[in-house]
């Protein structure tokens, strides 16, 4: 059986608290690298446990092996449990035997048709929405589909407690932003990226790599087969041994490729996106981003890639393609309870880089936390750095803050409203706290009407 981290061990304490407060479809937040499918592996056994059945549903082939020999080594009954890949599952939706529980990896996918199919086929059943970041591109969020969240230990946490390695962030910009466009699934399209990643970006790649993490074990994300070819070719010129993976690479070779790089005998993996979400590789020290993304879980699978611990190491993060514009840095705060509701159609949440408070220095390309800059100087190599000035507020976010002074003030008028406020909803017991929390946190009708349901507080054929 596997021994829980402190942390672990407090989702699963939150995760039971949240059952037992009448929550039904909860979503989990951890973020990468924290060994989510350890917690899942112990949800699943305890429930097995209990004779109730389980199903697991992922989003990647990848990823369906290691989870199947982690649920083993918990010992959770696999007679029980039904595990696959969602394409798999949702095929054979009708021939599944009813499970009690239904655990989601990657849960951020959730709301497409697949996993709908399976989710409406079982509308009694618990669900579990594991996901590191619950965030869609789309204006559609989770809240659509669970009735809690809870939020793990940060990303900065957890890097002083010890379980992710500390990292240097550093920025060159190869890329012409105002040429990316965003397709219907809201990431860029990959015509964009090609028109809008510069042609120097090979020799950067290599050069930077020599600049900043010579040596390093290294893994660079980039936008297409050819462009990951090319990376792996300007390496390979220098004599640092480089390898090209992708989708079409055999399994058998491909698993070749990875004892060497665990070998040390290849420096750098280059691939588009194969090693994003779950599949191991724990030797990396130093990733390298030339793709651009509107994901937020992309940008964090890629920068995270490199962040497994190990005693006195240092990550490197090298992004050639200014994806910290968007997101700002990996361990940056980021409100997951916000994240996850629903805007007004269409429109898209406003960016938040301004609120970040990071800037960048000029001289050795590092990007760091404004709070970092003493004295007027990088804290990497010493140079002058100047400190962003605050960036103007748009119209959208002054809109923002006006609604926000008008719900405080709706509150400080209004005695409900001030009775819910630091409560959370299983605390909730009448139809007004519910109506008055809803407000406070922008939530839909549809969402007091489920709870007051899940209370009693409606008949059940209302
Ligand atoms: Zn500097």
């Excluded at 361990?331 to 269409?346: E, H, M, Q, V």
Aim: charged share 30%; glycine share 4%.
């Amino acid at each position: 059986m596997l021994k829980l981290r402190p942390y672990q061990e407090e989702l699963v304490n939150n995760i039971y608290h949240s059952l037992s407060s009448g929550h039904r479809k909860i979503i989990v937040q951890s973020p990468p690298r924290t060994g989510k499918t350890v917690v899942m592996a112990k949800i699943a056994h305890l429930t097995t446990n209990f004779g109730n059945r389980v199903m697991f549903i992922i989003h990647r082939k990848e990823v369906l092996e290691q989870a199947k020999n982690t649920f083993n080594t918990e010992g959770v009954d696999m007679s029980l449990t039904t595990m696959g890949m969602v394409q798999t599952l949702t095929r054979r939706v009708d021939k599944l035997p009813k499970p009690k529980l239904i655990l989601i990896d990657e849960a951020h996918h959730a709301l497409a048709k697949s996993y709908q199919r399976i989710l409406n086929k079982f509308p009694k059943s618990y669900v579990l929405y594991f996901t590191a970041t619950p965030e869609r591109t789309g204006s559609k969020q989770l809240d659509q589909i669970a009735d809690d969240i809870i939020v793990g230990k940060s990303i900065r946490e957890l890097t002083d407690k010890g379980f992710l390695a500390p990292f240097d962030y550093y920025s060159i910009d190869d890329i012409d932003t105002k040429k990316l466009k965003k397709s219907s699934t809201g990431d860029y399209t990959n015509a964009s990226m090609e028109e809008a990643v510069s042609r120097k970006i090979y020799g950067h790649i290599v050069s930077n790599y020599q600049r900043l993490a010579d040596g390093k074990q290294a893994v660079v994300f980039t936008y297409s087969v050819e462009s990951a070819k090319e990376i792996a070719d300007a390496f390979n010129k220098v004599n640092i041994s480089a390898v090209e993976l992708d989708g079409s690479t055999p399994d058998n070779l491909r698993d070749r490729i990875v004892k060497q790089f665990r070998d040390k005998k290849i420096r750098i993996l280059v691939n588009v996106n194969l090693f994003t979400e779950g599949v191991d590789l724990p030797d990396v020290d130093c990733v390298i981003m030339a793709r651009p993304t509107q994901s937020l879980a992309l940008y964090l699978q890629f920068s995270m890639r490199c962040l497994n611990p190990r005693e006195g190491k240092r990550a490197i993060i090298i992004d050639h393609v200014a994806n910290w514009k968007t997101f700002g840095l990996p361990d940056s705060d980021r409100d997951w309870k916000k994240a996850i509701i629903t805007t007004d159609k269409g429109k898209r949440k406003k960016k938040e880089t301004a609120t970040f408070a990071i800037t960048q220095c000029d001289y050795c390309f590092a990007v760091v936390p404004s709070g970092k800059v003493k004295d007027g100087k990088c804290p990497y190599c010493g140079k002058p750095i100047k400190v962003r000035a605050k960036v103007e507020q748009t119209d959208d976010e002054l809109k923002l803050i006006n609604d926000r002074k008008r719900v405080i003030d709706e509150i400080l008028h209004d005695e409900v409203m001030q009775q819910v406020a630091d409560k959370s909803p299983h605390d909730l017991h009448t139809m007004k706290e519910l109506q008055a929390y809803a407000k406070l946190h922008h939530y839909k009708r549809g969402w007091v009407f489920y709870q007051a349901k899940m209370k009693g507080l409606i008949k059940k054929n209302e």
